[in-house]
């Protein structure tokens, strides 16, 4: 059964952090996602950043295919429909994505862990609208985190330097049209938790976006015109011992004409620092936890043991 889970918190990033802090707690201790309004991000700004990937997307196959890096794990440029699989899945999500990751200078303590990215020579002004939303992303971004300290009883700043050149990626989302040689059982995004600390996602108001319940049922997440999804990822579910959740969610196929058409979207996947040590916080853990805390593990080395899981490493 799927329907609207009525109790995910909307809230304005307008707002004092303080005034949204426990709302935010609260939802994502509940369901792991939130919806955020007036997030910042300028609305010309994702109307280009929208036509440059659609410009993208619509190239042949051959000079799209240009752009794939091999043994890259898909970290930047193109990665071809039919590569990707959710972790346990037999069949691979109806998707293809462009990656664009941070920049760093080659003398840069942290360059070994980011590869450089590539730019389509094809798509005038894409390199400068992405490196535009990409900083934009990261604003939005370090707000919701400031958000998350305040109700975890944090130093505001707490996440700052744990982000800090972080290994955060934007992807450019494409689900084609629904042709009658989809595998049988094959869906847009099968089900799967996020990997990194916490996603930012624009283009989810079409219908398809669900999330599992704590009670194992699907629930329809429903975006107002111009709100930005957020949801707690597997770092972030680490740090805090479970007290905020990395919801297993999926993207459903839709029925009728919508099948017929493409489905666009943008997910900022944040990222901590690779050398960051994930260890749970000891304000998380308590005595009366069913299970020991999870082991000490860097982001790099957790980011790249599920990157396997996935079929991108």
Same mark, same amino acid.
């Given at each position: 059964?799927?329907?609207?889970?009525?109790?995910?918190?909307?809230?304005?990033?307008?707002? &004092?952090? =303080?005034?949204?802090?426990?709302?935010?707690?609260?939802?994502?201790?509940?369901?792991?996602?939130?919806? %955020?309004?007036?997030? +910042?991000? !300028?609305? @010309?700004?994702?109307?280009?950043?929208?036509? *440059?990937?659609?410009?993208?997307?619509?190239?042949?196959?051959?000079?799209?295919?240009?752009?794939?890096?091999?043994?890259?794990?898909?970290?930047?440029?193109?990665?071809?429909?039919?590569?990707?699989?959710?972790?346990?899945?037999?069949?691979? @999500? /109806?998707?293809?994505?462009?990656?664009?990751?941070?920049?760093?200078?080659?003398?840069?303590?942290?360059?070994?862990?980011?590869?450089?990215?590539?730019?389509?020579?094809?798509?005038?002004?894409?390199?400068?609208?992405?490196?535009?939303?990409?900083?934009?992303?990261?604003?939005?971004? *370090?707000?919701?985190?400031?958000?998350?300290?305040?109700?975890?009883?944090?130093?505001?700043?707490?996440?700052?330097?744990?982000?800090?050149?972080?290994?955060?990626?934007?992807?450019?989302?494409?689900?084609?049209?629904? +042709? !009658?040689?989809?595998?049988?059982?094959?869906?847009?995004?099968?089900?799967?938790?996020?990997?990194?600390?916490?996603? /930012?996602?624009?283009?989810?108001?079409?219908?398809?976006?669900?999330?599992?319940?704590?009670?194992?049922?699907?629930?329809?997440?429903?975006?107002? &015109? +111009?709100?930005?999804? %957020?949801?707690?990822?597997?770092?972030?579910?680490?740090?805090?011992?479970?007290?905020?959740? *990395?919801?297993?969610?999926?993207?459903?196929? !839709?029925? +009728?004409?919508?099948?017929?058409?493409?489905?666009?979207?943008?997910?900022?996947?944040?990222?901590?620092?690779?050398?960051?040590? %994930?260890? &749970?916080?000891?304000?998380?853990?308590?005595?009366?936890? &069913? @299970? !020991?805390?999870? =082991? *000490?593990?860097?982001?790099?080395?957790?980011?790249?043991?599920?990157?396997?899981?996935?079929? /991108?490493?």
């Amino acid at each position: 059964m799927t329907d609207t889970a009525p109790d995910i918190a909307i809230v304005s990033l307008d707002k &004092p952090l =303080e005034d949204i802090a426990d709302e935010l707690g609260r939802s994502f201790a509940e369901y792991g996602f939130a919806v %955020i309004r007036d997030h +910042g991000i !300028p609305q @010309d700004l994702i109307d280009r950043a929208e036509a *440059s990937s659609k410009a993208f997307f619509a190239l042949p196959e051959e000079v799209k295919r240009s752009y794939r890096i091999e043994g890259g794990g898909g970290a930047r440029g193109y990665t071809p429909f039919g590569t990707e699989k959710a972790k346990d899945a037999e069949i691979f @999500d /109806l998707k293809e994505f462009w990656h664009v990751g941070r920049s760093l200078p080659a003398d840069h303590p942290l360059a070994q862990y980011m590869a450089p990215n590539v730019w389509p020579d094809e798509i005038a002004g894409f390199r400068e609208t992405f490196s535009e939303l990409y900083a934009a992303f990261e604003h939005a971004g *370090s707000r919701v985190l400031e958000a998350i300290a305040l109700h975890l009883g944090l130093d505001r700043q707490f996440f700052a330097a744990t982000v800090e050149d972080g290994n955060s990626v934007m992807r450019l989302l494409h689900y084609p049209p629904l +042709g !009658p040689d989809a595998p049988e059982g094959a869906i847009r995004a099968a089900a799967h938790g996020d990997i990194n600390t916490i996603t /930012l996602l624009l283009g989810a108001e079409e219908a398809g976006l669900e999330l599992l319940t704590k009670a194992g049922e699907w629930h329809a997440i429903d975006v107002p &015109p +111009g709100g930005l999804v %957020i949801n707690v990822g597997d770092m972030l579910e680490r740090l805090t011992n479970c007290r905020l959740r *990395s919801t297993t969610h999926r993207v459903v196929n !839709p029925r +009728g004409p919508a099948a017929l058409r493409s489905r666009y979207s943008m997910p900022f996947f944040l990222h901590f620092r690779p050398d960051y040590l %994930i260890e &749970p916080l000891a304000s998380c853990v308590s005595a009366d936890d &069913p @299970d !020991p805390p999870a =082991e *000490s593990i860097t982001a790099h080395d957790f980011l790249q043991q599920r990157l396997r899981e996935i079929n /991108l490493a």
